[in-house]
């Protein structure tokens, strides 16, 4: 049987309107403009791409958009200063240094310096204490993405078995938060996990965050699994143009999961939807307002 197709694209679409929804009763109710601010260093093709889609999407739901490009040469004291203003502004709700940076630029002093409350990436060792503890936390967008999408399938997750594959500060590790907050048994297995391909085998829901093209095969996966793809690999074809491929052999997968994000097509859309729901998120709290979204 071939397995159902989770569509991230419309997924997106309508948090992108719910957003844009609390964005309008924000300004009507209480003369409130979320405003996003997003730091560029550099000028990484992707990272280009995502910043100006950033830019493009926020200014779609109706939000304020601060962009901030910096020199490749910038120094970490001026970014960090940067940052700081961002911190005083109050027309500033949500501040996002684009990752990675150059190799002089320390991440952990930027991440350190954005006030918590404005860390709509969910990065600052404080947000990630609130996920690990249970207590109200700005949490990232991709793992956030992750769970909307297996929720599509599996309305309640209670008891099944997910494993991570990826241990990353940015998803392995907060994703496996979210699952066991949605009380199923979690396993994360990395690159030196043994029998990775036993342990893949044993998920109800496979979340897959390696950054490798192709590498868990059809036959890693259980017949009938959810298979969320986080994955975005640029590879070479024959005729010397490139394709976008996920961790997962897709059309291997296909074939025998229950359900699948599809690259493109899946996991990315859900990443600036839930970023912009991370900004309305820090605006209402800012404001002492409950959460809208
Ligand atoms: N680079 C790739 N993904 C991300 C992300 O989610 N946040 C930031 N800040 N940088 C990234």
Same mark, same amino acid.
């Given at each position: 049987m071939?397995?159902?197709?989770?569509?991230?694209?419309?997924?997106?679409a309508?948090?992108?309107?719910?957003?844009a $929804?609390a964005v309008?009763t924000? %300004?009507?109710? +209480?003369g409130?403009?979320? *405003?996003?601010?997003? @730091?560029l /260093?550099g000028?990484?093709?992707?990272?280009?791409v995502?910043?100006?889609?950033?830019?493009?999407?926020?200014?779609?739901?109706?939000?304020?958009?601060?962009?901030h490009?910096?020199?490749?040469?910038?120094?970490?004291?001026?970014?960090?200063?940067?940052?700081?203003?961002?911190?005083?502004?109050?027309?500033?709700n949500?501040?996002?240094?684009?990752?990675?940076?150059?190799?002089?630029?320390?991440?952990?002093?930027?991440i350190?310096?954005?006030?918590?409350a404005?860390d709509?990436?969910g990065?600052h060792v404080?947000?990630?204490?609130?996920?690990?503890?249970?207590?109200?936390?700005?949490?990232?967008?991709?793992?956030? $993405?992750?769970?909307i999408?297996a %929720?599509?399938? +599996?309305a309640?997750?209670? *008891?099944l078995?997910? @494993?991570? /594959?990826?241990?990353?500060n940015?998803?392995?590790k907060p994703?496996?938060?979210l699952?066991?907050?949605?009380?199923?048994?979690?396993?994360?297995?990395?690159?030196?996990?043994?029998?990775?391909?036993?342990?893949?085998?044993?998920?109800?829901?496979l979340?897959?965050?390696?950054?490798?093209?192709?590498?868990?095969?059809?036959?890693?996966?259980?017949?009938g699994?959810?298979?969320?793809?986080?994955?975005?690999?640029?590879?070479?074809?024959?005729?010397?143009?490139?394709?976008?491929?996920?961790?997962?052999?897709?059309?291997?997968?296909?074939?025998?999961?229950?359900?699948?994000?599809?690259v493109p097509?899946g996991?990315?859309p859900?990443?600036?939807?839930?970023?912009?729901?991370?900004t309305?998120?820090a605006?209402?709290r800012?404001?002492?307002?409950?959460?809208?979204?």
């Amino acid at each position: 049987m071939t397995a159902r197709i989770i569509d991230g694209k419309a997924t997106a679409a309508n948090l992108r309107q719910d957003v844009a $929804g609390a964005v309008a009763t924000l %300004k009507a109710d +209480h003369g409130i403009t979320p *405003g996003l601010a997003v @730091v560029l /260093v550099g000028e990484d093709p992707a990272s280009t791409v995502y910043v100006r889609n950033k830019h493009r999407q926020t200014l779609e739901a109706g939000m304020n958009s601060f962009e901030h490009r910096l020199d490749a040469s910038v120094s970490q004291d001026k970014l960090l200063d940067l940052i700081n203003t961002l911190n005083a502004d109050p027309a500033v709700n949500g501040i996002l240094v684009q990752l990675p940076l150059p190799d002089h630029i320390d991440p952990a002093a930027v991440i350190d310096t954005i006030e918590p409350a404005k860390d709509v990436d969910g990065f600052h060792v404080v947000n990630a204490g609130r996920l690990a503890t249970g207590l109200p936390a700005m949490v990232p967008c991709t793992p956030v $993405g992750c769970i909307i999408l297996a %929720k599509q399938v +599996h309305a309640d997750m209670t *008891g099944l078995n997910a @494993v991570v /594959v990826g241990r990353s500060n940015i998803v392995g590790k907060p994703v496996a938060q979210l699952l066991l907050n949605e009380n199923c048994t979690v396993t994360i297995a990395h690159s030196r996990t043994r029998d990775l391909a036993g342990v893949c085998r044993s998920a109800d829901v496979l979340i897959a965050a390696v950054g490798r093209p192709e590498m868990i095969k059809g036959d890693w996966i259980k017949p009938g699994a959810t298979v969320i793809d986080v994955g975005i690999n640029r590879i070479p074809k024959d005729d010397g143009k490139t394709r976008l491929v996920g961790d997962v052999a897709y059309d291997e997968a296909l074939e025998i999961a229950g359900a699948i994000t599809p690259v493109p097509g899946g996991v990315g859309p859900m990443t600036i939807a839930c970023l912009l729901r991370s900004t309305v998120e820090a605006t209402c709290r800012q404001n002492g307002l409950e959460p809208m979204l």
